[in-house]
Nanobody, 122 residues
């Protein structure tokens, strides 16, 4: 059974940093793209960042580009999201997801995690 388990969410002050991690289990994901989407107060789920299976290609939404960094460790079946200079509008539930490639990750991932909340507030 495939499982994606996120960790690292919590409350952060504006300008602060947080690091999310997602461990995948049930099979190897070393051939899959992995990434993060988020769902804020509007309940619209938006793409945040994606990384190719090799780690050589990364994509970000315009709203987080330059502040967030995605990385992965295929030996640990884990993807990370380093979030710096956090803003109140980054407040959301963050979901880990996998797909065959980043375009599919943006639109229709194969697997989702249960989500981890990030709240940015003073």
């Amino acid at each position: 059974q495939v499982q994606l388990v996120e960790s690292g969410g919590g409350s952060v002050q504006p300008g602060g940093s947080a690091r999310l991690a997602c461990v995948a289990s049930g099979r190897t994901f070393s051939s899959d793209a992995m990434g993060w989407l988020r769902e804020g107060p509007t309940k619209y789920r938006e793409f945040v960042a994606g990384i190719s299976w090799s780690g050589t290609i990364t994509e970000y939404s315009d709203s987080v580009k330059g502040r967030f960094t995605i990385s992965r460790d295929n030996t640990k079946n884990t993807v990370y999201l380093q979030m710096n200079n956090l803003k109140p509008e980054d407040t959301a539930d963050y979901y880990c997801a996998t797909a065959r490639n980043i375009p599919q990750l943006r639109e229709n991932p194969d697997y989702w995690g249960q989500g981890t909340p990030v709240t940015v507030s003073s």
